[in-house]
């Protein structure tokens, strides 16, 4: 049975939630590993986040907003305990997201300093990258900051270890924990501010909603800027009793099937275009030890569904839904009842809105909120602007049925089209496409037309993709046919970001540039 949730749970800073952790599954027991395979027990993480913590607090200021541009690894789980021990806020940087966006990011967080790897920026080839953040950061590079550590450092370190709660910075439940950025799959980065009280929180409420073993293994490739790898795969292992195995990137199609056997994992953090490309590169036993998978920030088709049971035999994939301004886990199925469309039940603790949308028949407009949605949005004067009455707007229009609120999502208010006076969903649209090449990559967007208000086209990496079939499979099931694309543009690749979602500012700039679609 999962643990009950009591709210109380969550007021405490994440430092102290991880000596809890300790104290409750053992200082000895091994709670991370990367591909390093060098594995690290609550009290080497907590040495370590002391260590390297105080060197970078040598250099930094308590409160400060400090950079991390890092790959999910050990280093990066380090990094973000260790400022937490001296009271600096980890601000996660996302190293997908382009200079633009990456430059405006630190900017509006006010980041003074970036933390990052020689290893990282050599692999990755990100100069430029490096380069464009130095016109206004200090990048400083890890392994010269772990060279400095000396004797004195690794004296006070194995003496906090004994004492911790004697030389970490007493932080409050409601402080800034982290600041992360939305993904920006619709328009410009927003900064948020998650308290630690919001993070913890997250965390028990997972706890109590499903059933999670303290032997298990977490594989996570999914990256720590992104909040469903920093709350899914670092925090709730970790404070959990279970072993993060963190990988830093969920490209590696090849590598990572392998991986996942070998480390013995339990439970893989994926996205559907992530889970459905390691199921197809893995050989028959390399995903059969997985207890279940867990699947966010996309929908999961049906045939990713399938194709999991046809080669790896029962493992539920669970669908979940979140946000980055709640911690970010709203709802998720569970291993013991899972309903594939939706996007499971409500974890315990969240109030929930649904008003009505004009022209939208089928649900409504979700507001949410509860102990993990976030402090506020940060603003243009590196002040946060607190949400009203505490209610976050989703922007997701939703169904929700019966007492354990069981969550099946419409899709995006931004999402949905008036096309002769109807409102289409995008979101259906593209279902559509999914059901008819249902190993492509699709994306619809709304276009302007002069006769009927908008239009839809479809973005499809399927070089044989054709109206007709969109027609007649739109017939056979009763849609709408003012659901079905009428323009439809091949591409080489769909464009995705680093987070695995489908990147609709680059498909409508795309979609503004070329002439067939004017």
């Known amino acids: 049975m999962p643990r009950a949730y009591d709210a109380r749970d969550g007021e405490r800073s994440v430092f102290d939630a991880l000596l809890e952790a300790r104290e409750r599954y053992g200082a000895k027991k091994p709670i991370l590993e990367d591909q390093d395979r060098n594995p690290l027990s609550y009290t080497d993480l907590i040495r370590a986040s002391f260590a390297l913590g105080r060197k970078i607090a040598s250099f930094t200021e308590k409160g400060e907003r400090v950079g991390v541009l890092l790959p999910s690894g050990s280093g ?7 400022l937490h021990a001296f009271g600096r806020i980890p601000t996660m940087l996302n190293f997908t997201s382009g200079l633009r966006n990456l430059r405006a990011a630190c900017k509006l967080a006010g980041v003074k300093r970036v933390l990052t790897a020689h290893r990282f920026i050599e692999q990755g080839k990100l100069h430029d990258l490096v380069d464009a953040l130095e016109e206004s950061a200090e990048v400083i ?63 028990r409420q997972i706890e109590a909603h499903i059933d999670l073993d303290p032997d298990w293994v977490m594989f996570n490739p999914l990256p720590t800027f992104h909040c ?29 099937p392998p991986l996942i056997k070998d480390s013995g994992a339990s439970i893989l953090l994926a996205t559907d275009t992530f889970l459905n490309q390691y199921a197809r590169s893995s050989d028959a036993d390399e995903l059969s030890g997985l207890k279940f998978i867990v699947c966010g920030a996309e929908k999961v088709r049906e045939e990713t569904h399938n194709l999991i049971t046809e080669r790896f035999g029962n493992i539920p994939v669970l669908e979940g839904y979140g946000a980055t301004e709640a911690s970010p886990v709203v709802a998720v199925n569970k291993p013991v009842d899972n309903r594939r469309g939706t996007v499971g039940g409500m974890l315990p603790g969240m109030e929930t809105r649904i008003e009505p949308v004009e022209g939208i028949k089928e649900g409504g407009r979700l507001f949410l909120r509860g102990p993990n949605v976030m402090a506020g949005y940060l603003n243009e004067a590196g002040g946060i602007d607190p949400l009203p009455g505490g209610w976050h707007d989703t922007g997701d229009v939703v169904t929700m049925e019966g007492d354990d609120r069981w969550v099946t999502i419409k899709g995006r208010v931004k999402r949905f089209a008036k096309i002769g006076g109807e409102m289409v969903s995008l979101t259906a649209a593209e279902d559509l496409a999914v059901a008819v090449w249902p190993e492509g990559r699709h994306a619809v967007i709304a276009m302007p037309d002069k006769k009927k208000g908008e239009r839809l086209i479809l973005f499809t990496d399927r070089a044989d993709a054709d109206v007709g079939p969109l027609v007649a499979h739109a017939q056979s099931i009763g849609a709408p046919e003012l ?20 990147d609709y500012v680059a498909i409508q700039r795309m979609a503004d540039t070329d002439s067939r679609a004017a």
Do not use: C, W
């Open 76 to 82: 990066v789980v380090v990094t973000f305990f260790g």
């Open 141 to 203: 590079y890890l392994e010269d900051v772990r060279e400095k550590i000396g004797l004195a450092d690794k004296l006070f370190a194995a003496t906090a270890g004994i004492f911790p709660k004697r030389f970490r910075a007493n932080l409050k439940p409601d402080e800034p924990g982290v600041i992360l950025f939305t993904s920006g799959s619709f328009g410009a980065p927003r900064g948020v501010v998650l308290s630690h009280g919001n993070l913890v929180s997250n965390v």
């Open 228 to 256: 469903f790898g920093l709350t899914g795969g670092v925090l709730l292992p970790i404070l959990t009793g279970m072993k993060a195995f963190e990988y830093p990137s969920p490209l590696h199609i090849k590598q990572i």
């Open 483 to 502: 659901a079905v694309p009428r323009r439809i543009i091949r591409i080489a690749e769909v464009p995705v970001l680093g987070t695995g979602k489908t």
